[in-house]
């Protein structure tokens, strides 16, 4: 079975700082994707960022980065000079065969002024 | 916005009754995920389509069931329904395997 773990339930940081929020996840396939989505007090889920496995390159979006790490089946995400409007739950997930996105239980992250 | 719609956006009901969810995925999209999200809690995978047919199926109860229509729309049905079952429901939608899924805004369930 899928299982993805945020290790950390809250992060804090102060508003243009970097913060990483990590994320573990077990998985018995060679080919799958993970993903970092967001979701603000609007409650509205938002895509953050994906990377696909076979990828070895991380990927990245403006302010975000993800360190992957295969090997050790990490899936870290990097939020650079954070901003306000950055504050929201972050949820880590990984899909495999177009079957179904198993998340993590989410990292509540707050951005102090 | 996501161009994944869901109806209604809130819902009010009386413990033992039954409603339909809806939500229409983004043009294309041929994938339907419906997720449940009760207060302060993750996402809880529900159920899969893909073009009609039932794919996946998670930790969906016996009262509840879903359906893909020849348009590619969804439906959520949820029966008998109790207390806990307030929730946000949400459905997602993508093109395929590894595609970006696009959330709808949810729909609010409350049950009194």
């Known amino acids: 079975a899928q299982t993805v773990t945020q290790s950390q339930p809250e992060m804090s940081v102060q508003e243009a700082e970097t913060v990483t929020l990590s994320c573990t996840y077990d998985?018995?396939?060679?080919?799958?994707?993970l993903f970092w989505y967001k979701q603000p007090p609007s409650r509205q889920m938002i895509l953050v960022i994906r990377?696909?496995?076979?990828?070895?390159q991380n990927a990245t979006e403006n302010r975000f980065s993800v360190n992957f790490q295969k090997a050790a089946k990490s899936f870290s995400l990097k939020i650079s000079d954070s901003q306000l409007g950055d504050a929201a739950m972050y949820f880590c997930?990984?899909?495999?065969?177009?079957?179904?996105?198993?998340f993590g239980q989410g990292t509540r992250l707050t951005i102090n002024p | 916005d996501s161009g994944v719609t869901q109806t209604p956006k809130h819902l009010i009901t009386a413990t033992g009754q039954r409603v339909t969810l809806r939500c229409s995925p983004r043009?294309?999209?041929?994938?339907v995920y419906w997720y449940q999200q009760s207060l302060d809690q993750g996402l809880q995978f529900l159920i899969h389509?893909?073009?009609?047919?039932?794919?996946a199926k998670g930790n969906i109860l016996e009262r509840f069931s879903a359906q893909q229509f020849p348009d590619l729309h969804s439906e959520l049905n949820l029966s008998s329904l109790e207390l806990g079952d307030s929730a946000l429901y949400f459905c997602?939608?993508?093109?395929?395997?590894?595609?970006?899924?696009?959330f709808g805004q949810g729909t609010r369930l409350t049950v009194v």
């Open positions: 997602a939608s993508s093109a395929g395997q590894g595609a970006w899924s696009f």
């Open positions: 998985t018995s396939e060679s080919d799958y994707y």
């Open positions: 043009s294309g999209d041929l994938s």
């Open positions: 990377q696909e496995a076979y990828k070895q």
């Open positions: 389509y893909y073009n009609g047919e039932e794919r």
């Open positions: 997930g990984t899909i495999q065969g177009a079957q179904k996105l198993v």
